[in-house]
């Protein structure tokens, strides 16, 4: 079945620590965003990318990293310089320049801070 | 994109319509309607999105006032599955070679669907 997995679903990081998120979509969609939802709270854009190699800040993008090497991944990496990681991370694709903008989400990640 | 205003929460009972409203006071004549819900601890999945029509999906109804400056999504036999939050957005419409750049979430209406 086509559609959007997130890797893992719950991860713990240490103070100083660098982690990584997956995100992975055989939906052949050129978009993909990621976003941060902390409790109560609506969703914020991280980052976004509309084609690979290639990527935008969104909203909050200060300690995050992303990279676009392969139109089916979109790794997030959560850097030390992230001073409140802890939340609910996810992932998003959508057919770039189409008119029907629907986004289509993974099931998320829950990042907690050890 | 223009502001959305949702009540923070609604209470609906099992079998009748859930109606929720969207105030978008400010959106200007190119902003689509878009509503999206998101079910506890899962990704948002979409709903339903309209310009100025009326439309209807297997999912539910949206209904736009003329002046476009609020809007109101139906579900027409709610169930206890519907329980969630939904999401009311506006936004400019991307149209082809123009990109994408996401959709702003804010907070939402907790919909609870009583048995």
């Known amino acids: 079945d086509g559609g959007i997995t997130q890797s893992p679903k719950y991860l713990f990081r240490k103070e100083g620590q660098n982690v990584t998120l997956s995100c992975e979509q055989n939906l052949n969609h050129d978009a993909m965003y990621w976003y941060r939802q902390d409790p109560g709270q609506g969703l914020r854009l991280i980052y976004y990318s509309q084609i690979v190699n290639d990527f935008q800040k969104g909203d909050i993008a200060e300690g995050y990293s992303v990279s676009r090497e392969k139109k089916e991944s979109f790794p997030l990496t959560v850097t030390s310089a992230q001073k409140n990681p802890t939340a609910f991370y996810l992932c998003?694709?959508?057919?770039?320049?189409?008119?029907?903008?629907?986004?289509?989400f993974g099931s998320g990640t829950q990042l907690s801070v050890l | 994109d223009a502001k959305t205003t949702q009540p923070p929460s609604m209470d609906c009972a099992e079998g009748r319509a859930a109606n929720l409203p969207c105030n978008h006071s400010?959106?200007?004549?190119?902003?689509?309607v878009y509503w999206y819900r998101q079910i506890h601890s899962q990704g948002p999945q979409y709903i339903i999105h309209?310009?100025?029509n009326n439309e209807t999906n297997e999912m539910a109804s949206l209904i736009i006032t003329e002046d476009r400056k609020s809007s109101t999504l139906i579900l027409p036999h709610a169930t206890l599955r519907d329980t969630a939050v939904y999401y009311c957005i506006v936004r400019v419409k991307m149209y082809s070679g123009g990109g994408a750049d996401g959709l702003t979430f804010g907070k939402g209406t907790h919909l609870i669907i009583q048995p």
């Open positions: 309209g310009l100025k």
């Open positions: 400010t959106i200007s004549g190119n902003e689509y």
């Open positions: 998003a694709s959508s057919i770039a320049g189409r008119v029907n903008e629907k986004l289509f």
